[in-house]
Protein backbone atom coordinates (compact mmCIF):
# COMPACT_ATOMS: atom_id res chain seq x y z
CA UNK A 1 0.00 0.00 0.00
CA UNK A 2 0.84 3.66 0.09
CA UNK A 3 3.17 3.35 2.70
CA UNK A 4 4.91 6.61 3.43
CA UNK A 5 2.28 9.08 2.36
CA UNK A 6 3.86 10.48 0.12
CA UNK A 7 2.71 11.26 -4.16
CA UNK A 8 6.27 11.86 -4.81
CA UNK A 9 7.20 8.38 -4.50
CA UNK A 10 5.06 7.60 -7.87
CA UNK A 11 6.36 10.90 -9.48
CA UNK A 12 7.48 8.74 -12.20
CA UNK A 13 7.55 5.25 -14.23
CA UNK A 14 11.11 4.71 -12.88
CA UNK A 15 9.58 5.37 -9.28
CA UNK A 16 6.13 3.58 -9.57
CA UNK A 17 8.20 0.30 -10.92
CA UNK A 18 10.73 0.43 -8.16
CA UNK A 19 7.92 0.28 -5.46
CA UNK A 20 6.35 -2.20 -7.27
CA UNK A 21 9.26 -4.13 -6.90
CA UNK A 22 9.42 -4.08 -3.59
CA UNK A 23 7.35 -6.94 -3.31
CA UNK A 24 8.58 -10.40 -3.94
CA UNK A 25 6.20 -11.20 -6.41
CA UNK A 26 7.08 -8.49 -8.68
CA UNK A 27 8.12 -10.67 -11.79
CA UNK A 28 5.75 -13.12 -11.29
CA UNK A 29 2.97 -10.10 -12.25
CA UNK A 30 4.96 -7.43 -14.01
CA UNK A 31 6.19 -7.85 -17.32
CA UNK A 32 8.47 -5.30 -20.21
CA UNK A 33 7.95 -5.19 -23.43
CA UNK A 34 9.93 -3.33 -25.95
CA UNK A 35 7.96 -2.26 -28.78
CA UNK A 36 8.84 -0.75 -32.46
CA UNK A 37 6.67 2.31 -33.83
CA UNK A 38 3.73 1.71 -35.19
CA UNK A 39 -0.03 0.53 -34.24
CA UNK A 40 -0.68 -1.73 -31.51
CA UNK A 41 -3.36 -4.08 -32.51
CA UNK A 42 -3.08 -6.44 -29.56
CA UNK A 43 -3.93 -3.10 -27.16
CA UNK A 44 -6.61 -3.82 -24.88
CA UNK A 45 -8.90 -3.31 -21.69
CA UNK A 46 -10.20 -6.35 -20.81
CA UNK A 47 -7.47 -8.67 -19.86
CA UNK A 48 -7.02 -6.76 -16.39
CA UNK A 49 -3.78 -6.13 -17.14
CA UNK A 50 -2.53 -2.45 -16.85
CA UNK A 51 0.13 -0.75 -19.23
CA UNK A 52 2.87 1.42 -17.58
CA UNK A 53 4.86 4.09 -20.48
CA UNK A 54 8.73 3.41 -19.10
CA UNK A 55 10.22 5.21 -22.23
CA UNK A 56 8.69 6.23 -25.74
CA UNK A 57 5.53 8.00 -26.71
CA UNK A 58 2.48 6.37 -27.78
CA UNK A 59 -1.23 8.21 -28.94
CA UNK A 60 -3.81 6.51 -28.28
CA UNK A 61 -7.63 7.54 -29.83
CA UNK A 62 -10.59 7.06 -27.66
CA UNK A 63 -13.90 6.90 -28.76
CA UNK A 64 -16.39 9.47 -27.09
CA UNK A 65 -19.38 7.89 -29.11
CA UNK A 66 -21.40 10.08 -32.03
CA UNK A 67 -18.51 9.75 -34.38
CA UNK A 68 -16.19 11.80 -32.44
CA UNK A 69 -12.63 10.67 -31.29
CA UNK A 70 -10.18 11.94 -28.64
CA UNK A 71 -6.61 12.07 -29.21
CA UNK A 72 -4.46 11.52 -26.33
CA UNK A 73 -0.80 11.58 -26.22
CA UNK A 74 1.08 9.57 -23.78
CA UNK A 75 4.69 9.75 -22.28
CA UNK A 76 6.68 8.08 -19.81
CA UNK A 77 4.87 7.67 -17.00
CA UNK A 78 1.63 7.88 -18.33
CA UNK A 79 -1.04 4.76 -18.28
CA UNK A 80 -3.21 4.67 -21.64
CA UNK A 81 -6.20 2.88 -19.05
CA UNK A 82 -6.72 3.79 -15.41
CA UNK A 83 -8.49 1.60 -13.19
CA UNK A 84 -10.52 4.76 -11.55
CA UNK A 85 -12.42 5.17 -14.94
CA UNK A 86 -11.82 1.81 -16.38
CA UNK A 87 -15.40 1.29 -16.62
CA UNK A 88 -15.87 4.58 -19.00
CA UNK A 89 -13.60 3.17 -21.64
CA UNK A 90 -14.61 1.22 -24.72
CA UNK A 91 -12.89 -2.26 -24.29
CA UNK A 92 -10.53 -1.35 -27.44
CA UNK A 93 -8.62 1.66 -27.69
CA UNK A 94 -6.45 2.18 -30.83
CA UNK A 95 -3.22 3.06 -29.89
CA UNK A 96 -0.02 3.75 -32.20
CA UNK A 97 3.49 3.95 -30.80
CA UNK A 98 5.04 6.90 -32.09
CA UNK A 99 8.75 5.93 -31.37
CA UNK A 100 10.11 3.09 -30.04
CA UNK A 101 8.64 2.34 -26.57
CA UNK A 102 9.55 0.13 -23.49
CA UNK A 103 6.25 -0.08 -21.18
CA UNK A 104 5.51 -2.89 -18.23
CA UNK A 105 2.51 -4.98 -18.16
CA UNK A 106 1.13 -5.05 -14.81
CA UNK A 107 -1.50 -7.22 -13.26
CA UNK A 108 -4.35 -5.43 -12.48
CA UNK A 109 -4.88 -6.77 -9.10
CA UNK A 110 -1.18 -6.61 -8.27
CA UNK A 111 -1.23 -3.09 -8.95
CA UNK A 112 -4.10 -2.31 -7.05
CA UNK A 113 -2.80 -4.10 -4.23
CA UNK A 114 0.77 -2.04 -4.33
CA UNK A 115 -0.36 1.06 -5.56
CA UNK A 116 -2.79 3.75 -3.76
CA UNK A 117 -6.27 5.20 -4.85
CA UNK A 118 -3.73 8.99 -4.88
CA UNK A 119 -2.10 8.01 -7.91
CA UNK A 120 -4.87 7.18 -9.54
CA UNK A 121 -6.97 10.44 -8.88
CA UNK A 122 -4.13 12.06 -10.22
CA UNK A 123 -3.59 10.25 -13.42
CA UNK A 124 -7.51 10.65 -13.50
CA UNK A 125 -6.79 14.36 -13.25
CA UNK A 126 -4.67 14.38 -16.80
CA UNK A 127 -7.17 11.64 -18.64
CA UNK A 128 -10.05 14.89 -17.63
CA UNK A 129 -7.28 17.47 -19.26
CA UNK A 130 -7.35 15.94 -22.26
CA UNK A 131 -11.18 15.83 -22.88
CA UNK A 132 -11.05 19.78 -21.75
CA UNK A 133 -8.33 20.28 -24.58
CA UNK A 134 -10.16 18.35 -26.52
CA UNK A 135 -13.47 20.66 -26.03
CA UNK A 136 -11.71 23.58 -26.15
CA UNK A 137 -10.10 22.49 -29.55
CA UNK A 138 -13.78 21.60 -30.95
CA UNK A 139 -14.58 25.55 -31.03
CA UNK A 140 -11.41 26.68 -32.70
CA UNK A 141 -10.59 27.79 -36.48
CA UNK A 142 -8.56 25.35 -37.81
CA UNK A 143 -5.58 27.28 -37.94
CA UNK A 144 -5.63 27.50 -33.61
CA UNK A 145 -6.47 24.37 -33.40
CA UNK A 146 -2.57 23.39 -35.26
CA UNK A 147 -1.03 26.63 -33.01
CA UNK A 148 -3.15 24.77 -29.71
CA UNK A 149 -1.49 21.16 -30.72
CA UNK A 150 2.16 22.51 -30.94
CA UNK A 151 1.25 24.06 -27.78
CA UNK A 152 0.49 20.45 -26.39
CA UNK A 153 3.30 18.67 -28.29
CA UNK A 154 5.95 21.35 -26.60
CA UNK A 155 5.22 19.30 -23.23
CA UNK A 156 6.59 16.90 -24.18
CA UNK A 157 10.15 18.16 -25.27
CA UNK A 158 13.11 19.18 -23.71
CA UNK A 159 14.49 22.52 -23.24
CA UNK A 160 17.72 23.46 -25.58
CA UNK A 161 18.65 26.54 -23.77
CA UNK A 162 16.67 29.65 -22.80
CA UNK A 163 13.61 30.16 -24.93
CA UNK A 164 14.62 27.69 -27.48
CA UNK A 165 12.81 24.06 -27.33
CA UNK A 166 13.11 20.52 -29.24
CA UNK A 167 9.93 19.02 -29.72
CA UNK A 168 9.91 14.93 -29.59
CA UNK A 169 11.14 13.33 -32.42
CA UNK A 170 7.88 11.48 -33.58
CA UNK A 171 6.84 15.54 -34.06
CA UNK A 172 6.12 15.72 -38.00
CA UNK A 173 3.65 17.75 -40.30
CA UNK A 174 1.04 14.39 -40.64
CA UNK A 175 0.87 13.51 -37.47
CA UNK A 176 0.35 17.45 -36.32
CA UNK A 177 -2.33 17.66 -38.85
CA UNK A 178 -3.74 14.92 -37.18
CA UNK A 179 -3.92 15.62 -34.39
CA UNK A 180 -5.24 19.05 -35.06
CA UNK A 181 -8.05 17.44 -37.69
CA UNK A 182 -7.00 19.46 -39.96
CA UNK A 183 -5.11 18.65 -43.63
CA UNK A 184 -1.91 18.17 -44.58
CA UNK A 185 -1.17 20.75 -47.05
CA UNK A 186 -3.09 23.66 -44.80
CA UNK A 187 -1.07 22.71 -41.67
CA UNK A 188 2.26 23.17 -43.89
CA UNK A 189 1.36 26.43 -44.78
CA UNK A 190 0.68 27.18 -41.44
CA UNK A 191 3.98 26.00 -40.56
CA UNK A 192 5.56 27.86 -43.49
CA UNK A 193 4.29 30.94 -41.80
CA UNK A 194 6.05 30.15 -38.42
CA UNK A 195 9.26 29.45 -40.12
CA UNK A 196 9.06 32.73 -41.66
CA UNK A 197 8.97 34.58 -38.37
CA UNK A 198 11.47 32.31 -36.96
CA UNK A 199 9.35 30.89 -34.28
CA UNK A 200 9.74 27.22 -35.36
CA UNK A 201 12.27 25.35 -37.20
CA UNK A 202 11.44 22.16 -38.97
CA UNK A 203 14.42 21.32 -40.97
CA UNK A 204 16.29 18.71 -38.87
CA UNK A 205 14.91 15.26 -37.57
CA UNK A 206 13.54 16.85 -34.46
CA UNK A 207 11.79 20.18 -34.62
CA UNK A 208 12.79 23.05 -33.00
CA UNK A 209 10.48 26.36 -31.21
CA UNK A 210 13.40 28.61 -32.08
CA UNK A 211 11.28 31.69 -30.26
CA UNK A 212 8.88 30.20 -27.12
CA UNK A 213 8.25 33.58 -26.35
CA UNK A 214 7.21 34.83 -29.65
CA UNK A 215 4.91 31.51 -29.67
CA UNK A 216 2.90 32.57 -26.66
CA UNK A 217 2.52 35.88 -27.60
CA UNK A 218 0.68 34.09 -30.85
CA UNK A 219 -1.10 32.22 -28.52
CA UNK A 220 -2.77 35.12 -26.47
CA UNK A 221 -3.26 37.17 -29.53
CA UNK A 222 -5.23 34.56 -31.42
CA UNK A 223 -7.24 33.77 -27.70
CA UNK A 224 -6.39 30.26 -28.02
CA UNK A 225 -6.98 29.93 -24.15
CA UNK A 226 -10.31 32.66 -24.23
CA UNK A 227 -12.51 30.37 -26.29
CA UNK A 228 -16.15 30.50 -25.64
Given at each position: M??????????S????????????D??Q??????????P???????????Y???????????????????????????????????????????????????????????????I?????T?????????????????????????????H????L???????????????????????????????????????????????K????????????????????????
Amino acid sequence: MFRNGTLERFSSASSIINSLKEDADFHQYCIQEKLKPGPLNHFSVVNNIFYLIESGFVIGSRNMGFGEQLPILLQPGDFPYLPSYIEELPPFMECEALTEVTWWKIDRSFFQKIIANDLLTSRLAKSERNIQEHALMDRMHPEQRIYFSLHIMMQLGSEVKANVLKLPVFVDVEKLAAYAVTSIDYTADILQALQEKNIISTEKTSWVIEDITAFHTLLESENIFAQP
